[in-house]
Nanobody, 113 residues
Framework: VQLQASGGGLVQPGESLKLSCLVS???????RAWYRQAPGSQREWVAS???????RYADSVKGRFTISRNVRLNTMYLQMNSLRPEDTAVYYC?????????WGQGTQVTVSS
């Protein structure tokens, strides 16, 4: 397994979750990213961080989510605050290098009261 995501769960609106993704045996990573897919919807990009540490966010999560990475631990993170029901989805970690994309298996996040 090259990307192993974890940290999903069931939370109430307004609460927080932190997703983690352990990255194994992937070299030359240019971009680390999180995507999500809600039931009946296409997979959408959520956030990304490039090799230099520059971060980008979808407008729907800007100011609430924070992407980060620990290169020494080969792990990437997505801190999600002020969660909303519309954030409910399966969240996937992703890496991009010169040879293409690698995807994790997904972790379910459910925001419901």
């Amino acid at each position: 397994v090259q990307l192993q995501a974890s940290g999903g769960g069931l939370v109430q609106p307004g609460e927080s979750l932190k997703l983690s993704c352990l990255v194994s045996n992937i070299s030359g990573i240019k971009i680390r990213a999180w995507y999500r897919q809600a039931p009946g919807s296409q997979r959408e990009w959520v956030a990304s961080i490039d090799a230099g540490g520059t971060t980008r966010y979808a407008d729907s999560v800007k100011g609430r989510f924070t992407i980060s990475r620990n290169v020494r631990l080969n792990t990437m993170y997505l801190q999600m605050n002020s969660l909303r029901p519309e954030d409910t989805a399966v969240y996937y970690c992703n890496t991009k290098n010169a040879w293409g994309d690698v995807w994790g298996q997904g972790t379910q996040v459910t925001v419901s009261s």
